[in-house]
């Protein structure tokens, strides 16, 4: 099935991303790219440096030197804001939701960048603030019944299970329309059937939007399952980079990480 | 997928959208209003608007500002007195330099003062929180207040270092000044708390309020979102100084007719208004207004309640068990139910909607 998979042009291009924090080495000159439409995965022992890949993509992290561009546009480094405002969004393996606030206003927040009316009109909620807040508001909704979130709409997320909360996360990045999706172990602490869920969410997004997904995840099986192309990293390293049945060919990849083959 | 109908959503969203989603909320509104307009004016006299009702407003003003500052938007101050005094010191100047000017404006305009100097010291938020991040705003506290005393300039050289209210008028009614009515300054309060309730409450469930919350909550993400920390927690002190300021003014031009710094000083003001909002609920504009009149008619209750039920207290007596009171409320609030009387409002009516069927 993934071999009938036709993705457009390079949406992606990371290029010698060096990074450390005082003496560790988190990233040493990784480069690699990302098509549109495509599922990619970053996989790589604990500590391989996996999300502080995803950190200087979206530019939380400054990395030393590299070049990273983005639809065409080149950039030395991140900022997050620019990060988020071209299109880009992520989901934390940590999750980082907004505790105290409503399922439906997380999800709105993730729309805070589309929204531009300014304080006055807000707080006279009068006419163009209204009619933007109900847009947003719509749009919103679209992503929480696609999610299947309804029921959960006025919970605050603090007071959630675990699974729920990492899918309204997933929601509230959702929610952004983003043309690129950062998933930073969106099945960590999952059960078997929250991480088929999850797993359907995913492909669901990236086929009906089509937007390009790069996903870091432990889970092996899923891994093969959902991802058209596999990047290894390991020790900050890049030791592979193929189709997931290439990866799992390769033999530093099975030394360094799967250590004995599956199945 | 089995879409519900455009047309109904829209007109779902609409409603439940509104300030007020549930109708007996908007009922219960609709009598405070015309309690608050219509029969407190008819009913109250003096001793009740000058020592519970004025307070009462000016100072939910000042509570709905902190608590856009501190309860939405998580940065702790200690300098609500300050900046409030940057707003009565800026509307004597102006009142007393142009003698035409409206008074109405020349709160409006020293409210803008109040913003621009709630944003400059608002700036270290950027890098520091919590517990140092209200010690900047206590030195900010200190610094302006000193600044007010130390210059003779702000109280126009007057030899008791006192601020005095003018007599002004607006629309023919005299609103500040010893010979004001106490109802105009009643309706002039309460038309400000009005108009700066809906407007907090608007912002606050819109997007900026959003952000606001999402960097009380997550700083990290919201940042990822987009949404700029520095440009959204100076809003925040400037929106918020600007209801410090405005209440400011109200509180020497409408209420006290004249004072000098002390009266916003740290025991006096700062801390009172953060109390009403802990007490009242973080990040609620209802919790605010109720934590504001809680703090304000404790002390009077206090003062007044014994003696009518025939126990004879002295005001000393009074003033140690309000203050046992409020310590007490405070740790309980900030324990068992950090969101304050607005959370068990919230519970009081869940029940009430449910009566008498619990399920
Ligand atoms: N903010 C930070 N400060 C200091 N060191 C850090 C920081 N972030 C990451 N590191 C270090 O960088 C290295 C890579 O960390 P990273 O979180 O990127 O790994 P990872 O591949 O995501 O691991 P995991 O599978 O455990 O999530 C680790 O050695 C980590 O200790
Ligand atoms: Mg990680």
Excluded at chain 1, 2 to 13: K, S, V
Excluded at chain 1, 186 to 197: F, I, L, T, V, Y
Excluded at chain 2, 211 to 234: F, N, S, Y
Excluded at chain 2, 337 to 345: D, K, S
Aim: a negative charge.
């Amino acid at each position: 099935m993934t071999q009938e998979r036709q993705f457009g042009n390079t949406i992606l291009n990371v290029e010698n991303v060096s990074l450390s924090f005082g003496g560790v080495k988190a990233l040493d000159s990784v480069s690699f790219d990302v098509l549109e439409g495509e599922v990619r995965a970053i996989i790589g022992p604990n500590g391989a440096g996996k999300s502080s890949m995803l950190n200087c993509i979206n530019g939380f992290y400054k990395p030393t030197e590299c070049t990273i561009a983005f639809k065409g546009e080149s950039h030395h480094q991140m900022e997050t804001h620019q990060a988020a405002s071209m299109g880009i969004a992520r989901t934390f393996q940590n999750i980082a939701l907004f505790k105290g606030m409503t399922t439906l206003d997380n999800v709105m927040t993730g729309r805070n960048l589309k929204m531009k009316k300014n304080f006055l009109w807000q707080s006279l909620y009068f006419g163009p603030a209204v009619k933007e807040e109900l847009e947003h508001r719509e749009a919103a909704e679209r992503v929480i019944d696609f999610l299947e979130i309804e029921s959960i709409r006025k919970t605050v997320v603090g007071r959630l299970p675990y699974g729920l909360q990492k899918r309204v996360e997933l929601a509230r990045a959702l929610a952004a329309e983003p043309e690129m999706l950062l998933l930073d172990e969106p099945m960590a602490g999952m059960n078997h059937e929250e991480k088929e869920d999850m797993c359907r969410y995913i492909l669901d997004v990236n086929e009906q939007f089509s937007t390009t997904i790069v996903l870091i995840e432990h889970d092996m099986s899923v891994v093969m399952d959902i991802s058209d192309r596999v990047v290894v990293l390991d020790y900050g390293e890049k030791i592979a980079d193929g189709t997931p049945d290439e990866v799992r060919a390769n033999q530093r990849v099975v030394d360094a990480y799967l250590g004995v083959k599956h199945d | 997928m089995f879409y519900r109908e455009a047309g109904q959503f829209k007109s779902s969203y609409q409603a439940d959208q509104a300030i007020f989603p549930i109708i007996q909320d908007r009922w219960f509104m609709a009598i405070v209003f015309v309690v608050a307009y219509l029969v407190i004016p008819l009913i109250a006299d003096e001793y009740w608007f000058q020592a519970v009702l004025i307070p009462f407003y000016v100072f939910a003003i000042a509570a709905i500002g902190l608590n856009i500052l501190t309860g939405y938007c998580g940065q702790v101050s200690l300098g609500s007195g300050a900046f409030m005094a940057v707003g009565a010191y800026a509307t004597f100047k102006l009142v007393t330099g142009f003698p035409e000017l409206n008074i109405i404006i020349a709160f409006l305009l020293s409210g803008l003062f109040a913003a621009a100097v709630g944003m400059i010291f608002g700036l270290p938020s950027l890098r520091i929180k919590g517990f140092y991040l209200a010690v900047a705003t206590l030195a900010a506290q200190f610094f302006i207040l000193w600044v007010f005393n130390k210059v003779a300039w702000f109280f126009n050289y007057n030899p008791s270092g006192f601020i005095t209210a003018p007599p002004r008028e607006v629309f023919g009614f005299l609103v500040s000044g010893p010979e004001a009515a106490p109802v105009t300054r009643y309706y002039v309060s309460l038309i400000f708390l009005t108009i700066f309730a809906f407007a907090a409450k608007n912002m606050a469930r819109g997007h900026l309020g959003r952000a606001w919350m999402a960097i009380r909550d997550m700083d990290v993400a919201a940042e990822i979102i987009g949404i700029r920390p520095l440009h959204t927690k100076l809003l925040a002190f400037g929106i918020s100084s600007f209801f410090c300021g405005v209440a400011g003014a109200l509180y020497i031009f409408v209420w006290l007719g004249s004072a000098e710094t002390e009266a916003f000083d740290l025991l006096n003001v700062s801390f009172p208004v953060l109390f009403m909002i802990i007490i009242g609920g973080l990040g609620s504009v209802l919790g605010s207004i109720l934590g504001a009149g809680f703090i304000t008619i404790l002390p009077i209750f206090l003062t007044n309640a014994p003696p009518m039920v025939g126990i004879a207290i002295s005001a000393d007596f009074a003033k140690h068990l309000e203050e046992i009171i409020f310590g007490v409320m405070i740790i309980f609030f900030l324990i068992v139910e950090p969101a304050g009387f607005n959370r068990l409002w919230q519970i009081a009516k869940e029940k009430i909607r449910k009566w008498p069927f619990p399920y």
